[in-house]
């Protein structure tokens, strides 16, 4: 368990994980959030509509940053508000896997509200694929 | 050349609210945990959840996404909106949290209209849907905006 404490100093990197995002973790996540839009399994229907292929679900990427942020801050409850930009489309490959690297850095700090900002980057082969992914999270 | 793009302005201020209730189950929560990467056994383990004062397993943060976007689909789908969904990118997506939300949860949700601007042949469409529980005290905020294209852009 790491929970933010009010000594956090803005800018510390708070973690830097990778996660693997691959055609059958869309198909999962299609199926768990009802979003089954074809550009994000149906290869034949995403060059048709003039991607490079099949993408991830905006959303997922979001997920997966989000899963990322609350294990490690132990409590899921201690993320207040969490928001994004969608600002590049991540292609996931197949045979293959897209490679998600997700760096936490600590923002903002407000000692007095209790919270801290922390800011995401998260990125595809040193590409950034949100923009302004920022969570508002509550300091212990 | 650009062209005006479909959207209807003039929906900008309308609340839908007649998607029926959602309610929330152990199963789904689990489902969607499991797809976002998410491993707190909050998610997961009811005991564990009842142990940090949950009534049962708590949703990840973005769960509500699920409820939202059906719920949106009221407006989105309506002919009156003018939203070729074909033309549709998902911009930017936001959650306020007020409190988690839990496995037995009968949710409602109330999709507010916020902006329709245009420019350069893309329409931004913002929305905001407020998911209230049985008791009418807000659970979560939930703000989107989706860029649609027009004919020509």
Redesign the interface.
């Known amino acids: 368990m790491s929970a933010l404490t009010a000594d956090a100093g803005v800018g510390t990197e708070l973690f830097s994980v990778t ?1 693997s995002v691959d055609r059958a ?1 869309l198909v ?2 299609a ?5 089954f839009n074809p550009i994000h399994w149906n290869e034949r229907f995403a060059l048709e ?1 003039g991607l490079p292929g099949v993408i991830a679900h ?3 990427t ?3 940053a ?3 942020l ?2 490690w801050l ?4 201690d ?8 600002t590049r489309p991540v292609p996931v490959p197949d045979p293959g896997a897209a490679e998600l690297l997700i760096v936490a850095t600590i923002g903002a700090v407000d000692a007095d509200a209790g919270t801290a900002r922390v800011d995401l980057r998260v990125s595809v082969e040193d590409k950034t694929v949100l923009g ?1 992914a920022q ?1 508002q999270v509550r300091l212990h | 050349m650009t062209g005006m793009t479909e959207v209807n302005a003039d929906l900008v201020g309308r609340v839908f609210s007649g998607t029926p209730p959602y309610v929330v189950s152990a199963v789904k929560i689990a489902e969607f945990a499991e797809a976002v990467g998410a491993r707190s056994p909050l998610h997961h383990d009811t005991a564990a959840a009842r142990a940090a004062g949950h009534a049962d397993v708590i949703a990840p943060v973005t769960f509500a996404v699920v409820i939202a976007q059906r719920a949106e689909a009221e407006y989105i789908d309506s002919p009156e909106a003018g939203i070729d969904f074909s033309r549709v990118v998902h911009a930017n997506e936001s959650f306020t949290a007020h409190r988690p939300i839990v496995a037995g949860d009968r949710l409602h949700t109330a999709v507010h209209v916020d902006s329709v601007t245009e420019r350069a042949g893309i329409a931004m469409v913002g929305t905001r849907c407020e998911i209230t529980d049985d008791g009418g005290a807000t659970v979560v905020s939930v703000s989107s905006t989706l860029a649609v294209r027009g004919a020509d852009a």
């Open positions: 996660r973790t999962r996540y199926g768990a959030s009802g979003d509509v905006g959303m997922l979001m997920g997966v989000g899963s990322a609350t294990d132990g409590d899921p409850t993320v207040l508000s969490y928001g994004v930009r969608f302004k969570a």
